[in-house]
């Protein structure tokens, strides 16, 4: 059975720093395209970054410089470190797993505010 479990959201003041990790169970995340969703209320989910099995990155143009997502193969686990945190990035974020199959996890919340 295949698990994606989010975590490392809260609530932090803009300018601040947080790190999301997406723990797995039942895949290997170097045979798996991972990428980090973010959906904020009444917007659609949409892409923030994206790790290829190679190792390539791409980041949505909002976030670059400021997010990096990373893997660890041994650990089986996505991070996505977040600096310099706007209101606006404020959503419940996602981890996507696809190859084949696509397995989503259940979200962890950043709440950006003062």
């Known amino acids: 059975q295949v698990q994606l479990v989010e975590s490392g959201g809260g609530l ?3 300018g601040g720093s947080l790190r ?3 723990a797995t169970s039942g895949i290997r995340v170097s045979n798996y395209a991972m990428g980090w969703y973010r959906q ?6 949409e892409l923030v970054a994206h790790i290829t ?9 909002s976030v670059k410089g400021r997010f990096t997502i990373s893997r660890d193969n041994a650990k089986n686990t996505v991070y996505l470190q977040m600096n310099s945190l706007e ?3 404020t959503a419940v974020y996602y981890c996507k797993a696809t190859l084949i199959s696509v397995y989503w996890g259940q979200g962890t919340q950043v709440t950006v505010s003062s």
């Open 20 to 22: 999301l990790l997406c």
């Open 40 to 45: 904020a209320p009444g917007k659609q989910r």
């Open 87 to 89: 209101p606006e990035d």
């Open 53 to 61: 099995i190679g190792g390539s990155t791409n980041y949505a143009d």
């Open 12 to 14: 932090v003041q803009p």
